[in-house]
């Protein structure tokens, strides 16, 4: 049997996710996806970090910068997109957030015309 990594907080995440586009439906921009589901978290007390900027460092240097839509309790990266279908870029964008920084688990979500998918990235 396989053990889901933070079932509880998953649910949370993904059911705020599909109250938001409940409520806004489609076609807007990522950034307003972003405001109402800050407003949904913070409405649910769900801890989270929004916008979480890391800067890459090589001999001591910033060579680039990554940029966390949502980190969720300090264990979980949210990354929303608009898009019908996942990329693998996007998968490979999420997978380096958490190599670089030693998370367990990322949440890839699309907002598309039929409504929200999902797919759970484990590092």
């Not at 109402?36 to 680039?64: D, V």
């Not at 979980?76 to 019908?84: F, M, P, S």
């Not at 996942?86 to 490979?92: L, R, T």
Request: net charge positive; no cysteine.
């Amino acid at each position: 049997m396989v053990k889901l990594l933070y079932p509880k907080l998953s649910y949370e995440i993904i059911g705020s996710l599909f109250e938001v586009y409940n409520q806004l439906k489609y076609g807007h921009k990522e950034k307003i996806y972003q405001n109402a589901l800050e407003e949904m978290f913070t409405q649910k007390k769900i801890s989270f970090q929004r916008e979480l900027y890391f800067p890459i460092n090589f001999n001591n240097k910033i060579i680039g910068r990554y940029y966390f839509d949502f980190l969720v309790d300090n264990k979980i990266v949210l990354e929303l997109k608009i898009a019908n279908d996942f990329y693998q870029k996007d998968i490979n964008q999420l997978l380096s957030y958490l190599k670089y920084k030693g998370y367990r688990l990322g949440i890839l979500v699309l907002f598309t015309k039929e409504g929200i998918r999902y797919r759970r990235i484990l590092n």
